[in-house]
Nanobody, 124 residues
Framework: QVQLVESGGGSAQAGGSLSLSCAIR????????LGWFRQAPGEEREGVAG????????YYAPSVKGRFTISQDKDQNTLFLQMNSLKAEDTGMYSCAAGYSLEECLSRFAYAYWGQGTQVTVSS
């Protein structure tokens, strides 16, 4: 059974930083994407960062590139999202995801498993 559990959300001032973690259980496929998504009220879920563990390839949405960093611990049990230079528009529910896609790591349709999410609120 695949389980994804996020932690680390909270509140920050614009310009600040937050770090999210996602504990992964029951999924260790190195070829396939792992991702972080966010959803603001009234908006669709969007991919912000993706990672292919096998080769370390990373993907970022243009809105977060240069500010967010996705990574994974060496045991591949935890997925991280380091968020720097936060903006008010980064506010949303952040979820991690795992699935069976070799590419399209920023597409929500590529993922089969989702965590319940952790709230991030950035005030300006």
């Amino acid at each position: 059974q695949v389980q994804l559990v996020e932690s680390g959300g909270g509140s920050a001032q614009a310009g600040g930083s937050l770090s999210l973690s996602c504990a992964i259980r029951g999924f260790s496929h190195r070829r396939y994407c792992l991702g972080w998504f966010r959803q603001a009220p009234g908006e669709e879920r969007e991919g912000v960062a993706g990672l292919v563990p096998g080769d370390g390839t990373t993907y970022y949405a243009p809105s977060v590139k240069g500010r967010f960093t996705i990574s994974q611990d060496k045991d591949q049990n935890t997925l991280f999202l380091q968020m720097n230079s936060l903006k008010a528009e980064d506010t949303g529910m952040y979820s991690c995801a795992a699935g069976y896609s070799l590419e399209e790591c920023l597409s929500r349709f590529a993922y089969a498993y989702w965590g319940q999410g952790t709230q991030v609120t950035v005030s300006s």
